[in-house]
């Protein structure tokens, strides 16, 4: 039998069959936990795998289909350990906040880096844009330009006041999408909007450090009535990439591997060479420097994993 991984709560999964559209609890077996990898989990919502059923109708995984891409984030106190958030996915939508919580740029750029590195096609939701001043609404306006310059789709959004609501919507549409932002950006809220009667539960922002309370604990896709789904993840506080050379890096920031090309030499890694291109668009703000500072930390990051 073949399925979809719809929900992981890391000891058990729940796994649609295609041919019934019936929800089976889901079990894998001691040997399939053996597989040498360097991700903490073995299975991943999104998915597609084989398996068997035995009595009382329990589920057991036999087979898992090759993934065409993934996301994951940085495990718990295990450097070189990453775990997979989710799987097969179409389109990635990042929630970004100016404000309740305000959203760091590092986690923006090494999530849309990740993005690059396993194909994955982005959105960057700009959300809570009824509770900005005009003052923060032109903020937002320069930071959405700096990204599309870039390349990258950007909406403004808001679950309160269903601002493009619609639009995205029409985006997402029979997609397989996945939502991550800060803790408090309005995930859940969000999908509790574009389909009321999710119910996905949803919590306020602690008063004491504007930050997040984490809601959700484990990963479940959802089905969206107007056709396709969402996964809804814990709240991921840093994305990562494995088994990634120093040299690639670049690759995962369209503008720094564009404007590499003008480097006088054809190795360059941007660091600290002469005549670098990179370095004299980032002197000049061509190419923001936020971005390149992040650039830098994935690429010691890479130095370290390589030489443990």
């Known amino acids: 039998m073949k399925g979809l991984i719809t929900k992981s709560t890391g000891s058990w999964y729940q796994v649609l069959e295609y041919e019934t559209g019936k929800f089976f609890e889901a079990r894998i077996r001691g040997k399939f936990k053996l597989i040498k990898t360097r991700l903490t989990n073995p299975l991943a919502v999104g998915d597609l795998v084989e398996f068997s059923l035995e009595q009382d109708d329990v589920a057991w995984i ?30 990635a939508c990042f929630i970004f906040t100016l404000k309740h919580p305000e959203t760091s740029y590092g986690f923006l750029d090494r999530f849309l880096s990740c993005c690059e590195a396993y194909n994955i096609k982005p959105l960057i939701l700009f959300n809570k844009m009824d509770v900005l001043s005009e003052e923060e609404k032109e903020l937002t306006k320069e930071i959405e330009g700096l990204y599309q310059n870039i390349g990258y789709e950007t909406l403004e959004i808001s679950s309160y006041s269903n601002l493009n609501l619609e639009v995205l919507k029409s985006i997402i549409k029979d997609k397989v999408s996945v939502f991550f932002g ?38 479940q896709m959802h089905f969206w009535k107007f056709g396709g789904s969402v996964i809804d993840t814990p709240g991921v506080r840093e994305f990562a990439m494995i088994d990634v050379e120093k040299e690639e ?15 006088k030499f054809h190795n360059c890694m941007h660091i600290n060479e002469p005549k670098c291109a990179v370095l004299e668009a980032v002197e000049s703000g061509e190419i923001e420097e936020t971005r390149y500072i992040t650039y830098l ?12």
Do not use: W
């Open 62 to 91: 036999t087979k898992i289909e090759p993934r065409k891409n993934y996301l994951i984030r940085k495990a718990v106190n295990l450097s070189k350990e990453a775990h997979i958030i989710a799987s097969n996915i179409d389109i």
């Open 182 to 219: 800060h803790s408090g950006s309005g995930k859940s809220t969000l999908v509790n909007a574009m389909q009321p009667g999710v119910n996905i539960k949803t919590s306020a922002i602690s008063e004491t450090h504007l930050k997040g309370k984490h809601t959700t604990t484990f990963a």
């Open 249 to 263: 890096i670049q690759h995962y920031f369209p503008e720094i591997f564009k404007t590499g090309r003008k480097c």
């Open 297 to 308: 930390k994935i690429m010691e990051e890479a130095e370290e994993n390589s030489a443990q």
